[in-house]
């Protein structure tokens, strides 16, 4: 039986890389600043356009692959973008792997 929370809506994002819809808290925010830059979001409140992705690597590969990532930020994804994206996000499913939580 599931447990019925006092919030009735659990905001849902769509993953870039495999497409599914997902609870937005169980993805990884990927936002391209104002600035331009391209960053990695675990609090989901910085500025600018952002994309959600499932803390997975299957999935990052699939969203540059299939240039989902890109369209939805609206911006070309170098490889040191690929780089700093890969390396935070390696860090976070470290984290989660290891039972804490952000
Ligand atoms: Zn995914």
């Known amino acids: 039986m599931r447990k ?3 919030i009735k809506k659990t905001p849902q994002r769509t993953c870039v890389g495999c497409r599914e819809a997902k609870p937005k808290k169980a993805l990884i ?4 600043t104002p ?4 960053i990695v979001d675990p609090t989901g409140k910085a500025n600018g356009r952002g994309a959600y992705i499932c ?3 299957e999935c990052l ?3 540059v692959k299939s240039k989902r990532l890109s369209r939805s930020l609206e911006v070309e ?3 040191g973008d690929l780089k700093i ?10 984290k989660e792997s290891s ?3 952000i």
């Open 85 to 94: 994206i890969e390396d935070e996000l390696e860090a976070i499913i470290e």
């Open 55 to 57: 803390p997975k690597k």
């Open 4 to 6: 019925i929370r006092k």
């Open 77 to 79: 994804i170098g490889p």
């Open 99 to 101: 039972g804490e939580h």
């Open 35 to 38: 600035e331009k830059n391209i």
């Open 61 to 63: 590969e699939a969203a």
């Open 29 to 32: 925010r990927i936002v391209r």
